[in-house]
């Protein structure tokens, strides 16, 4: 859950696109579409980079209105992923 300008913000649904790009949708139903792969990519830290495996990023799941990967090993401030740049 996130406060973006007075509006309480959870993400509600994930759709799985292609790579490492997926299409969010908010509380508010607002979509963004996230490419995480830059992300990734970027990261020297063997436990981001792991998610670089396909299948392992695809286990991504929506608890408590935040997305996260394996029980919050990996997960992004709300805020970061409703202006789409994370």
């Known amino acids: 859950m ?4 007075d509006l309480i913000i ?4 994930v759709q799985y696109l292609e790579e ?3 299409r969010l ?9 996230v490419d995480f792969e830059p992300f ?3 990261s020297l830290n063997p436990l981001i980079t792991k998610y670089l495996d396909i299948e392992r ?3 991504f799941s929506i608890e408590n209105g935040d997305l996260q ?5 990996l997960c992004f ?3 970061d992923l409703y202006a789409g740049t994370i």
Do not use: A, G, Q
């Open 10 to 13: 959870d993400i509600e649904n």
């Open 69 to 73: 990967w394996d029980d919050y090993d």
């Open 57 to 59: 990023f695809k286990t």
């Open 40 to 42: 990734l990519k970027r």
């Open 25 to 33: 949708r908010f509380s508010d139903e607002t979509e963004k579409v």
């Open 20 to 22: 490492y790009k997926l």
């Open 77 to 79: 401030p709300i805020s």
């Open 2 to 5: 996130s406060v973006i300008e």
